[in-house]
């Protein structure tokens, strides 16, 4: 995504703007947040966007992408995950269905830990949604 497109974006749609795109970030990760947040900032500057309205969108934006890939964690059964990545998707992505059985085992271990600090991390921020979702962690610890 580049960078004219970005502040297009932010500058016709605003707040909205800012919530989809950080929502598009949650879901596919490939899309840097630290690029969509630092053209934000730069936008509070020099256009009618404040500070505190554009941290609230952002927020609203990765919420509702982490939520979605929270809910498409409990729709999907473990087997049909263990199928797409043992085809093609998980050969780009070079997971093996092993890989699921192993994240399965850590994340039933260090549930809390793992949905908190997978939060800070790039990808896995996006990523760490499904298996709460699969396991039935709780919602509302989920959105705190």
């Known amino acids: 995504m580049n960078s004219s497109l970005l502040t297009e ?6 707040y909205f703007g800012i919530a989809l795109l950080l929502a598009l970030e ?23 966007l404040n500070i505190v309205g554009s941290i609230i969108a952002a927020t609203i934006g990765a ?5 979605i890939l929270y809910f498409f964690g409990k729709i ?3 087997e049909r ?3 797409i990545l043992a085809g093609r998707i998980g050969k780009i992505l070079h997971f093996k269905p092993a890989d ?4 399965a085992a850590f994340f039933k271990r260090h549930g809390n830990s ?12 996006s990523l760490i949604s499904i298996p709460a979702g699969m396991s039935d962690y709780p919602l509302g610890r989920f959105v705190v």
Request: net charge positive; hydrophobic share 50%; proline share 7%.
């Open 100 to 103: 699921l059985e192993r994240a």
């Open 114 to 125: 793992a949905v908190f600090f997978g939060r800070f991390v790039p990808v896995i921020r």
């Open 81 to 83: 995950l263990e199928r």
């Open 9 to 14: 974006i932010i500058n016709d749609y605003g």
């Open 26 to 48: 949650n879901i596919f990760p490939p899309i840097p947040s630290e690029v969509i947040l630092g053209f934000t900032g730069f936008m509070t500057l020099s256009s009618k």
């Open 63 to 67: 919420l509702i992408g982490a939520l």
């Open 76 to 78: 999907i059964s473990v």
